[in-house]
């Protein structure tokens, strides 16, 4: 439905018409009195009127067109306003002038009268047209709520089978996801296993090498250091005894009956059980390792020797050796001492080639 003015018959269109006009002249021809005699203030004119006894509000909504004022108010504004100011309760009016007025003023009362009918009738029309508004607006609201909830209901089940196919299509991928990784954990372990297999099969045949059992690769290595300490020994005994030899000091200046205490342990070349070692002393004197009595014959003599005194001279007390007694305990023992001044033309520690009782036992 198409809202517009409401459907008013012509005669009564034609009768407002004629009312609305009639009350705005009058209302102009109001405004002109009151200018004419000096415009004056409501307050004076509300004192100065008498019966009927005006108000600021009656004044404002008749000058200004909201209100049609009654006769007697009129009579009693325009004596109050004809007069001078400010003017005494018993002043008479103007007769010509309040004829005036009083004729106006039933001129437009009767066009009131005439428009009264179809103002009724007009704002029934209005009142019917709002009513059927209302309850269209009702309809509508009430269409609008149940469109509302079936769309929402719509959407929530729409939302709940997502969701439930959004959990369905999760489940599958963790499940796929756990069996890749079980796959890649197996395949990992298959791997792994391939590659310790050479090893294990390299472990085990150096096992059997060593008698069979399972011998770590520290205890594998230790017979190898052994025997290359024994070499070390031996090399450095062979440049001790070259250096000796090629001194020029005469043999029978040192006492080769003389045994000086043990020198540093030099491990057995052989696999003992771990902490067990064999002692095994070495002389710096050629007369012990070689017990003739002159030097090896071909070795030269050197020229920047020193011949020896005719007198030579006391030896002087031996130094009693500080080594201990040895025990049969396994822990290698070391005793330097020096050689007298006057036996050897070397200083420094001497070594003997006596085995420590605890050896010979083992």
Not at 55 to 61: D, V
Not at 243 to 271: E, F, I, M, N
């Amino acid at each position: 439905m198409t809202y517009g003015d409401p459907q008013v018959e012509p005669e009564d269109a034609a009768a407002i018409a004629a009312y609305e006009e009639a009350w705005r002249e009058f209302t102009i021809e109001l405004n002109r009195l009151h200018i004419a005699y000096g415009a004056p203030s409501y307050a004076t004119l509300v004192k100065a009127s008498d019966r009927p006894r005006l108000t600021k509000a009656g004044l404002n909504e008749a000058l200004s067109g909201k209100r049609f004022p009654s006769l007697e108010a009129l009579l009693e504004f325009v004596r109050v306003v004809s007069n001078p100011q400010p003017p005494l309760t018993d002043t008479p009016a103007r007769p010509e002038l309040m004829g005036q007025w009083r004729s106006q003023w039933q001129h437009v009362k009767f066009l009131q009268r005439q428009a009264h009918a179809p103002w009724t009738r007009v704002r029934t029309t209005v009142q019917d047209m709002l009513d059927q508004a209302l309850r269209e607006a009702e309809d509508v609201r009430a269409t609008t709520h149940e469109e509302a909830a079936r769309l929402r209901a719509s959407a929530e089940a729409e939302a709940e089978r997502l969701r439930a196919q959004a959990q369905h299509d999760a489940d599958q991928l963790l499940q796929r996801a756990k069996a890749e990784a079980e796959q890649l954990h197996v395949q990992a372990l298959q791997d792994t296993e391939e590659l310790h297999t050479p090893a294990r099969a390299h472990t085990d045949r150096t096992s059997s090498r060593w008698g069979g059992g399972v011998i770590s690769p520290r205890l594998a290595w230790r017979p190898l250091v052994t025997l290359a300490g024994v070499g070390v020994a031996g090399m450095g005994l062979a440049i001790t005894l070259a250096a000796d030899s090629l001194t020029g000091q005469p043999s029978s200046s040192c006492r080769p009956t003389r045994a000086h205490p043990a020198a540093p342990v030099t491990p057995r070349a052989s696999l003992q059980p771990v902490g067990t070692t064999e002692q095994v002393t070495v002389a710096h004197e050629p007369q012990i390792i070689f017990p003739t009595g002159s030097r090896w014959s071909g070795w030269p003599s050197p020229a920047w020797s020193t011949p020896t005194s005719a007198t030579p001279s006391e030896d002087p007390s031996p130094t009693a050796s500080s080594s201990p007694t040895p025990s049969a305990s396994p822990t290698p023992t070391t005793s330097k001492t020096h050689a007298p001044a006057g036996t050897c033309g070397r200083t420094g520690p001497s070594e003997s080639p006596t085995r420590s009782p605890s050896s010979s036992a083992s």
